[in-house]
């Protein structure tokens, strides 16, 4: 029986043994380097099947059938228009300015992920006063896996593959919580190890996804596949979940980026066939609402009733409704034409109800909110400034540039601008979660009336004379290391190019350092009013801090094509997800 000498005598004879026992080894190497790039870096193709590393996670057996799966539609044959201003690296990118900035953001970073790699480590959040961690959300180490796509995207590829190795042996059903929150698990977790793999390609966090996406989907396992807004996980065993009477519109569709990047990444259809049907329902409504082509605050999704409330506004969790419809439209490439119609639909209803102009001391000051409309109230605009509704104008911008409406791109820039000022009334530097101020009687300017404003004061119950000329009121002064604002900032450089918003971010920046660095990282602060010492600081640090307002921060000093807003989209946690090429 004969047999295939790799090596042929002759060139054993040639090279001896030494020269082979050489060969031999650095093949061992190169192969050992290969095996440790896959377990690292994983593989381009995408997942054909389950993956369960998981102790009891079968695959989802829903007790609520479902007739029939949707796939994902077919991306438009248009092409996708490009919404960064410059494409690849500006010329300005490699100014050293920037570069020491972005270390010093690098930097606030690693003293977070460190204190909470010694204090916190699994834990949900580090308590950066005292030390130690806390559980915010079923003890599912939210802030290790929140940060996962910002230590890669900041270059920690040491700390990022150590993290990664503890992801790997996470058991979801070892937590001691009955429950987990849909959108908060959705967003925060799923959607950062979906983003990560996206950035790394680490097989390790697909599976952990899917793994992950199993579990949530059991929570559309009601009788007429709504999703839950609690999913408790005994109840969801035994098929008894139950739809709750009142429930946030956004919450009910904000698993739609990370469950339709889940079936592009895995070919399960299932994923986009649950959101698809929360997206349906919700374009089916739009216009049958007490503010038609809004949503309001909560609707009845088991007994599909969407005109019971008469609260519309932009703030709470409200707004990230919007802005999932937007980069839905986005990650789909345009194949779904409804969430196009959703959007203009809705942006529109905004400009018309929700849009004030504050009256301010100041002349020639440009500044436009987004308000609370109570339909039925009089007058039906509450004039509130809400930190949480900052990102519209990142929203408007990238909404202007997709669908070639300049007009909204021109708005983003006024409502960005708006909140940098808000940002620059205060003595600290900081924005209050949430204040109020007098409304102009229409969009355009109106003068200062000195005494209107301190009519204000004395008629608002949490009236205060302290406040920044135009402030009546702070009814919520704290600031929790809130991103929307940085968002903001951030998608308007980008999309542009206008240098003076890279200046304003580093103000922004600095302040917030100055009034929330502790010992061990950065905390919430109680009031940002305050004009005398150092904020009083929360023993809080909410993972968000390090998921979003630090890599805002970080990307806004960086090169245009590091995460391309033409390239990705930003979940409402701040992690990017890689839109498909056709």
């Not at 889940?262 to 049958?288: C, F, H, P, S, W």
């Not at 419809?325 to 959703?342: F, H, S, V, W």
Request: proline share 4%.
């Amino acid at each position: 029986m004969s047999t295939y000498n790799f090596f042929p005598k002759e060139t054993l004879a040639y090279y001896g043994r030494r020269y082979l026992r050489f060969i031999l080894a650095a093949l061992s190497l190169l192969s050992f380097i290969y095996l440790f790039d896959v377990e690292y870096y994983g593989s381009e193709a995408p997942f054909k099947s389950i993956i369960h590393g998981t102790k009891n996670i079968p695959e989802s057996q829903l007790i609520h059938t479902i007739s029939a799966i949707r796939p994902l539609p077919t991306a438009s044959t248009e092409r996708m228009k490009l919404v960064q201003r410059f494409q690849g690296r500006p010329p300005t990118y490699d100014i050293p300015l920037n570069e020491k900035r972005r270390r010093k953001i690098k930097a606030t970073l690693e003293k977070s992920w460190k204190n909470y790699r010694q204090q916190a480590w699994l834990q949900d959040e580090l308590r950066p006063v005292k030390g130690g961690g806390s559980e915010t959300n079923s003890g599912w180490a939210t802030t290790m896996i929140n940060t996962l796509d910002t230590l890669w995207i900041m270059g920690l590829k040491k700390e990022f593959r150590e993290a990664v190795r503890v992801v790997k042996d996470l058991d979801w059903m070892a937590t001691t919580e009955q429950s987990c929150n849909m959108f908060r698990t959705a967003t925060q977790q799923l959607g950062g190890l979906l983003s990560a793999y996206d950035l790394s390609k680490d097989s390790v966090l697909l599976t952990k996804a899917i793994e992950l996406g199993e579990i949530l989907y059991t929570g559309f396992d009601t009788e007429n596949h709504m999703p839950v807004s609690e999913l408790h996980f005994e109840k969801a065993r035994a098929g008894q979940l139950v739809l709750d009477g009142q429930q946030s519109p956004a919450h009910a569709l904000g698993l739609s980026l990370e469950f339709t990047r889940l079936t592009q990444l895995t070919g399960d259809n299932k994923y986009y066939d649950a959101v698809a049907r929360v997206a349906d329902v919700m374009y089916e409504n739009q216009n049958y609402t007490k503010l038609p082509g809004l949503w309001p605050a909560s609707v009845d999704l088991q007994n599909n009733i969407y005109n019971h409330d008469n609260t519309f506004t932009l703030g709470a969790s409200s707004g990230m409704m919007y802005r999932t419809i937007l980069n839905m439209y986005t990650l789909l490439r345009g194949g779904e034409p409804m969430y196009e119609d959703m959007y203009l639909g809705a942006v529109d209803t905004i400009i018309r109800t929700l849009f004030f102009r504050p009256m301010t001391h100041k002349k020639n000051l440009d500044v436009l909110f987004t308000g609370v409309f109570h339909v039925g109230n009089e007058p039906p605009l509450e004039t509130i400034l809400q930190h949480q509704a900052c990102f519209a104008g990142g929203m408007f911008a990238l909404g202007g540039r997709t669908f070639s409406v300049s007009h909204h791109v021109d708005l983003a820039a006024n409502l960005t601008n708006s909140c940098i000022w808000a940002y620059s009334a205060f003595p600290t530097g900081i924005m209050p979660e949430i204040s109020q101020m007098v409304q102009c009687p229409n969009l355009d300017r109106c003068k200062w009336e000195e005494q209107k404003w301190y009519d204000a004061v004395l008629n608002d119950y949490d009236g205060r004379e302290d406040l920044p000329k135009g402030f009546h009121s702070a009814r919520d002064p704290s600031y929790s290391l809130r991103g929307e604002a940085i968002e903001s900032v951030f998608m308007m450089y980008r999309i542009t190019g206008h240098e003076e918003y890279r200046e304003h971010a580093w103000r922004m920046f600095e302040a917030i350092q100055a009034a929330t660095e502790t010992e061990y990282g950065n905390a919430a602060i109680e009031d940002v009013t305050t004009s005398t010492g150092k904020p009083m600081q929360t023993d809080a640090m909410d993972s968000l801090w390090l998921s979003a307002t630090l890599k805002y921060f970080y990307l806004i000093f960086s090169p245009h094509d590091q995460v391309s807003l033409d390239e990705f989209v930003f979940n409402a946690a701040g992690h990017p997800l890689r839109i498909p090429k056709r």
